[in-house]
């Protein structure tokens, strides 16, 4: 009997129900989604200042309170070795300088900060921040640190920049400095929302949105003198708001939501993003940052979270991050993303590295079943492959497993017979895939199955990230189902 062959490519990202097309991921850690299409291994990450190992942890205790970039320079809270103070420091070449020392910021919260121009003179952009304990927020400009103290009815809860206004929220109040002058009241405007607020977002030329516990408002107008306060639902409330591939996300205990959708059909749970991986949902975020303008990274544990591709209109890919350090802050730049950690110390990812600060990166799929064109009939298989872009060869080791393991774990695997040798690992078959600048590439196995998954892993500190493509499968069909 003539063999077949069968191929797909390698996208769609989690779909831990496992009823998806050919392509999607059952599981998966490290890897990231593109938006064409592929998955690609993670970057490694580094101390901010390059090195692999080194003291440059912000000085103090306790975790990284908060991280910001300012005019391309690096700035990071965290509490005095008392506990005593938030303390806020700026990167340097010889390590963490404090700045602002003569402004007292109460000690601990979570910082919130954000980079705005109220005039239109050069160098007028300053950083405005909260640390969600005082009841004000702060201005630096680069040499000095300036308390904004007209804030009324409670510690300072979320900010944010918009229509040339400072804008503070406070319990259920959303508070506007006057026009202009961000350290003033002066000509000011009050909102009040009718829930407590936990977040604001700017949103296209002229909305102000307004995320609460229970509810999502927007302030609308051309201008601030022309407001009117609009609810866009009461299905469910904001944590965060995240702009990812030109969509506005909402994000919430019950999922994520995109606000233009949830403007025009209202039931949140209809429109949620979160449909091929609710049963891994967690339901609260710690911290969240963008690795680029279509790849959001949201931190729901101390070491692990998601890295979300989306782009408008389109259908999101969800994939797991594992890394070796407990991250208490995110802040990213159009050239790395920053990690700020439980011990002080703050790393930074970026293309071109090869290792989590000198420790192997760990990372791997798992592609959803597959009955090959028909999962009614049994195959035997006798050639898997890998469409792939990488710089250098790729040692990878992987297993084809049918589908008996969905009943017993230690049945139904069967291993490539590659280099076989270069892992050593029993039931993994190992060997180097991949030729730059792409690899269309087989190893034989051999197995008898009706559906099929293949599991890939990698583990490296010297590895550059890599791309997979496509998988393909060889075999013969087998007999049907009796």
Not at 188 to 200: I, K, R, S, Y
């Amino acid at each position: 009997m003539s063999w077949r062959a069968t191929q797909f490519p390698l996208a769609g990202g989690l779909d831990v129900l496992g009823d998806a097309q050919p392509g999607f991921l059952l599981a998966g850690e490290n890897f990231r989604a593109l938006p064409e299409g592929g998955y690609r291994r993670l970057d490694g990450a580094e101390l901010y200042d390059g090195r692999t190992v080194s003291a440059a942890a912000i000085p103090g205790a306790g975790p990284v309170r908060g991280l910001a970039v300012y005019k391309g320079e690096l700035y990071g809270w965290r509490n005095d070795a008392g506990n005593t103070r938030l303390r806020m420091y700026k990167a340097t070449a010889s390590g963490w300088s404090e700045v602002g020392s003569a402004t007292t910021i109460t000690a601990g919260g979570e910082i919130q900060a954000v980079s705005y121009a109220f005039s239109g003179a050069a160098g007028a952009v300053r950083l405005y921040f909260i640390n969600g304990v005082d009841n004000k927020a702060y201005q630096w400009d680069g040499a000095t640190l300036t308390a904004i103290t007209w804030l009324a009815g409670g510690s300072a809860a979320a900010l944010a920049c918009h229509q040339n206004r400072l804008w503070l929220a406070a319990a259920g109040s959303v508070q506007g400095s006057g026009l202009g002058n961000p350290t003033s009241a002066t000509g000011g405007v009050e909102f009040g929302m009718g829930d407590a607020v936990q977040t604001l977002q700017p949103w296209r030329d002229d909305a102000l949105l307004v995320g609460c516990a229970n509810r999502v408002n927007m302030l609308t107008g051309a201008s601030t003198a022309s407001m009117a306060q609009k609810t866009i639902t009461t299905a469910t409330g904001a944590q965060r708001f995240i702009e990812v591939g030109g969509e506005m996300l909402a994000l919430w205990q019950g999922g994520v939501n995109g606000i233009q959708a949830v403007q025009t059909f209202g039931d949140a749970d209809s429109v949620s993003l979160l449909t091929r991986i609710r049963p891994r949902w967690r339901g609260f975020w710690r911290a969240i940052g963008k690795l680029n303008d279509s790849l959001g990274v949201l931190q729901d544990g101390d070491r692990t979270g998601w890295l979300l591709t989306h782009q408008a209109g389109g259908a999101p890919q969800w994939m797991r991050f594992f890394l070796p350090w407990t991250v208490s802050a995110l802040a990213s730049d159009d050239a790395a993303l920053y990690f700020g950690a439980s011990d002080g110390a703050v790393y930074r990812m970026r293309a071109g590295l090869t290792s989590f600060a000198g420790a192997p990166i760990a990372a791997y799929i798992r592609t959803v079943f597959s009955g090959l064109g028909d999962a009614q009939t049994k195959k035997r298989l006798f050639r898997f492959g890998l469409l792939m872009d990488c710089d250098a060869p790729v040692p990878l080791r992987f297993t084809v497993e049918n589908e008996d393991v969905a009943q017993n774990p230690d049945a139904g695997m069967f291993a490539g017979h590659g280099d076989a040798g270069l892992y050593g690992t029993g039931a993994w078959g190992g060997f180097h895939w991949g030729i730059s600048p792409a690899a269309d590439e087989y190893a034989c196995v051999s197995g008898v199955g009706r559906q099929f998954s293949a599991l890939l892993f990698s583990e490296s500190a010297s590895l550059s990230a890599f791309t997979l493509r496509q998988a393909m499968y060889q075999f013969n069909p087998w007999s049907g189902r009796r």
